[in-house]
């Protein structure tokens, strides 16, 4: 059982360039929602979704896009990388919001 | 201001003591409520949830104050493997939206 399973684990971008990071759960969990964490800051919501189709936006959602096509999946795309979005970033999935979150091991990002 | 805010700390405790963190949350209508514990540079973990009626694993202790808007976590008995970042969890907006405090580092010394 892999869990929430996130890639790449580290990535370094340059300004201005696109990219996606990938989420994929094998638990068959409805909600999944990804977090940045930066130092001082905890967790800071940036999207989520309750099922396949279905998306809303977080705290943070300013340059992130995100898709939910499938249950298993829940990308999180950057439109265009810019230095304030250095940080880690998780992404976690739950059977409803009852039950807490599991998280995958985080995606270090840092934008130069 | 933040929809869910905890004493950053660090809580400094000697092996054995008892430590309690507070954590306050401003939507009243929040219904779902957890501690996660995180280490440095890894994920966050469910600790425990926490229930209306209080609820206890273990050594920890986990208290909601719906009037005030606050949930507890009481760790007896520390131990030195306590040491970590403990991060309390209200439901937002809506029930899906779960907001993150910032975490409370408690570092426990022999």
């Known amino acids: 059982n892999a869990g929430v399973t996130q890639t790449p684990k580290f990535q370094v971008l340059k300004t201005g360039q696109s990219m996606t990071l990938q989420c994929a759960q094998d638990m068959n969990h409805e909600y999944m929602s990804w977090y940045r964490q930066d130092p001082g800051m905890g967790l800071r919501l940036i999207h989520y979704s309750v099922g396949a189709g279905i998306t809303d936006q977080g705290e943070v959602p300013n340059g992130y896009n995100v898709s939910r096509s499938t249950t298993e999946d829940f990308p999180l795309r950057l439109l265009s990388a810019a230095p304030s979005q250095t940080s880690v970033y998780f992404c976690?999935?739950?059977?409803?919001?009852?039950?807490?979150?599991?998280f995958g091991s985080g995606t270090r990002l840092t934008v130069v | 201001r933040k929809e869910v805010e905890q004493d950053p700390g660090p809580f400094n405790v000697p092996e054995g003591a008892t430590v309690a963190f507070n954590c306050t949350y401003s939507n009243s209508a929040s219904q779902s409520f957890f501690w996660y514990r995180q280490d440095c540079r890894k994920e966050p973990k469910l600790l425990m949830s926490v229930y209306s009626s209080g609820n206890e694993d273990g050594r920890f202790t986990a208290q909601l104050n719906r009037a005030s808007q606050y949930i507890s976590l009481l760790i007896r008995d520390s131990k030195l493997s306590d040491s970590a970042t403990y991060l309390c969890v209200a439901g937002g907006s809506s029930a899906s939206k779960i907001i993150f405090g910032s975490g409370t580092r408690l570092s426990i010394r022999p």
């Open positions: 976690a999935s739950s059977l409803s919001s009852n039950y807490g979150y599991t």
